[in-house]
């Protein structure tokens, strides 16, 4: 995983955490659930990356 995408994904985890709290502080469901889908979205992002890599490692070994 570059480090780019590592990067965007941290940005996209922490202003998914910024929405949570900001949306629990004021209230504000949707704004809170937004930021918990942030999250996910994030982590999923994450996840993907994770799998390239290791998909790429296991095929630089067989070549």
Do not use: F, P, R, Y
């Not at 995408?5 to 922490?14: H, Q, R, S, T």
């Not at 942030?38 to 296991?58: C, H, R, W």
């Amino acid at each position: 995983m570059g480090i780019g995408d590592k990067a965007e994904n941290k940005a996209d985890d922490l202003g998914g955490k910024a929405k949570e709290a900001v949306g629990s502080a004021t209230d504000d469901k949707d704004l809170e659930n937004e930021g918990k889908g942030d999250q996910v979205k994030s982590s999923v992002k994450d996840a993907g990356e994770k799998i390239k890599d290791a998909a790429k490692d296991i095929k630089d070994k067989l070549s």
